[in-house]
C-alpha cells in the first residue's frame, strides 16, 4: 500500500512551458485534492475532485487544468508556466469530504 | 480578518518542555478541527482530529477545542527533538448541499533543542 504518490520530485521549467504533475493513491479514495504551499502561506487548494468525471475550482485554479478519468489517478496540468507558479505542489486524497487526508510527498516546481 | 489564523513562529524550546500551539478562526461554521505536521521537505501527516468542544488526548499529544471562544490549541507534553516540524492547524466547514471545505492556518514552525 503506496499512499499517495506523485511524480517528478522536483522539477523546473522555463516560463511559458507546460508540463503535467502526476498523482496516484492506491486507497480506493473518492475525493482527490491539489494543493500549493508557498513559504510562510500555508497550503491552498487548486482543484479537488469527488470521483471520477468529476472536477471543480478551489482557491486558486487560475493556469492549472486537472482531469480524472479513474479512481486512482488525478493529474495537475500546468499550461504557460509563470514564475508565480513556482512552488511546492502537494496532491492529496480522502475516503469523504469530511475524512482525514493522506499527503503525498510533493513535487517542488521552480519556474525560470 | 483572515479566517484562520496561526502565529508562524519559528518556535524554538529545549528537549522536555510542553509546547503550546495555538490557532484562532473567525467562521462559526468551522465544525471539525485538525492538526496537521509537517516534516521538513515531506508531506503533511494528520495527529490529532476532533470536532467538539474539549479535549482529546493522544500519548504526549493534547488538542483543545473551544467553540465559544473561536480557539484550538495543541498542547505537547515532554518535547522530543524528532517533534521538531511545521504543525498545522486545518478546520473544515460545511458549505451547505453537502459540500466542505477545508481549510489551514499557516503553520507554526518548531524546533526542540536536545
Known amino acids: 500500500n503506496a499512499g499517495v504518490t506523485q511524480t517528478p520530485k522536483f522539477r523546473i521549467l522555463k516560463i511559458g512551458q507546460s508540463m503535467t504533475l502526476q498523482c496516484t493513491q492506491d486507497?480506493?479514495?473518492?475525493?482527490m485534492y491539489w494543493y500549493r504551499q508557498d513559504p510562510g502561506m500555508g497550503l491552498k487548494l487548486i482543484y479537488y475532485s469527488v470521483g471520477a468525471g468529476i472536477t471543480d475550482k478551489g482557491e486558486v485554479p487560475n493556469g492549472y487544468n486537472v482531469s480524472r478519468s479513474t479512481t486512482e489517478d488525478f493529474p495537475l496540468r500546468l499550461e504557460l508556466a509563470a514564475p508565480s507558479q513556482t512552488s511546492v505542489y502537494f496532491c492529496?486524497?480522502?475516503?469523504?469530504?469530511?475524512?482525514?487526508?493522506?499527503f503525498g510527498p510533493g513535487t517542488r516546481l521552480t519556474v525560470l | 480578518q483572515k479566517e484562520v489564523e496561526q502565529d508562524p513562529g519559528p518556535l524554538s524550546v529545549p528537549e522536555g518542555a510542553i509546547v503550546s500551539l495555538n490557532c484562532t478562526y473567525s467562521n462559526s461554521a468551522f465544525q471539525y478541527f485538525m492538526w496537521y505536521r509537517q516534516y521538513s521537505r515531506k508531506g503533511p501527516e494528520l495527529l490529532m482530529y476532533t470536532y467538539s468542544s474539549g479535549n482529546k488526548e493522544d500519548g504526549r499529544f493534547t488538542a483543545q477545542v473551544d467553540k465559544s471562544s473561536k480557539y484550538i490549541s495543541l498542547f505537547i507534553r515532554d518535547s522530543q527533538p524528532s517533534d521538531s516540524a511545521t504543525y498545522l492547524c486545518a478546520m473544515i466547514s460545511n458549505q451547505g448541499a453537502g459540500s466542505y471545505q477545508l481549510t489551514f492556518g499557516k503553520g507554526t514552525k518548531l524546533s526542540v533543542i536536545p
Open positions: 492529496a486524497s480522502s475516503y469523504g469530504a469530511t475524512d482525514t487526508q493522506y
Open positions: 486507497m480506493n479514495h473518492n475525493y
